[in-house]
């Protein structure tokens, strides 16, 4: 109950295509969902985040959709470009605990 | 830099060497967060502060000894360690545990010979 599953553990998008990834959680009492990207060499950095009282969540080309009855939330990366090329992690965590990981997903945007 | 400062950046150690790994962050969080992460398996947490005290440890093995003797600053006291230790090793914090995201560092790179 307390995984975060992430798919597609990688992906290969087009520059200028959408680059889209997907997770599942299961308990119902996470309330929040960030998104961190990490290049090589480097820390995750906190991307974008969402909590469940929107179904959407938009910052620049960032986008997080969350759709709270199906307990799936995706992150989708619109006019992809190559410094985009990184590993993306999705997240869950619930009030006065800790954050769950997803196992991540290496992206890489073709130029 | 992100606000949260890991040393070494690189270390290799034999396995019976005695090393340290030290994080500090300035961003006046209260909670931190030692995690592994190795080629191609998922970031995985090893132990917990929230006002210097370890509130989690996940089955770490005793050869990793975590110390936090204030809010800013964090150890990872390393002995007599496997070649399968060999990792990133990233620091994280947070304004409290179970609050907000996670700022990292940009890790120590350790090799285990």
């Known amino acids: 109950q307390q995984q975060v599953k992430q798919s597609p553990q990688s992906l290969i998008v087009q520059k200028g295509g959408i680059s889209i990834i997907n997770c599942a959680y299961e308990n119902t009492a996470f309330d929040y969902f960030p998104w961190y990207q990490q290049f090589p060499g480097k820390g995750p950095a906190l991307l974008i985040a969402?909590?469940?009282?929107?179904s959407e969540k938009k910052e620049g080309r960032f986008t997080i959709s969350f759709n709270k009855s199906a307990k799936q939330f995706s992150l989708h990366i619109m006019d992809s470009q190559p410094g985009d090329s990184a590993t993306y992690f999705c997240a869950a965590s619930k009030r006065d605990d800790k954050i769950i990981f997803g196992k991540g997903t290496r992206l890489h945007i073709l130029p | 830099e992100t606000g949260v400062t890991q040393t070494p950046r690189h270390l290799v150690m034999g396995m019976t060497n005695k090393k340290s790994l030290k994080c500090e962050q300035h961003l006046g969080h209260n909670a931190m967060y030692w995690y592994k992460q190795s080629a191609k398996k998922p970031l995985e947490l090893m132990f917990v502060?929230?006002?210097?005290?370890?509130?989690e440890n996940n089955s770490v093995p005793s050869r990793f000894s975590p110390e936090c003797p204030n809010s800013s600053h964090l150890f990872l006291h390393l002995h007599t360690l496997q070649p399968e230790d060999s990792a990133l090793y990233l620091c994280?914090?947070?304004?409290?545990?179970?609050?907000?995201?996670?700022?990292f560092g940009s890790g120590t790179r350790l090799t285990v010979v």
């Open positions: 502060y929230n006002f210097k005290e370890q509130t």
């Open positions: 969402i909590r469940p009282d929107v």
């Open positions: 994280a914090s947070s304004q409290v545990q179970g609050y907000g995201g996670y700022t």
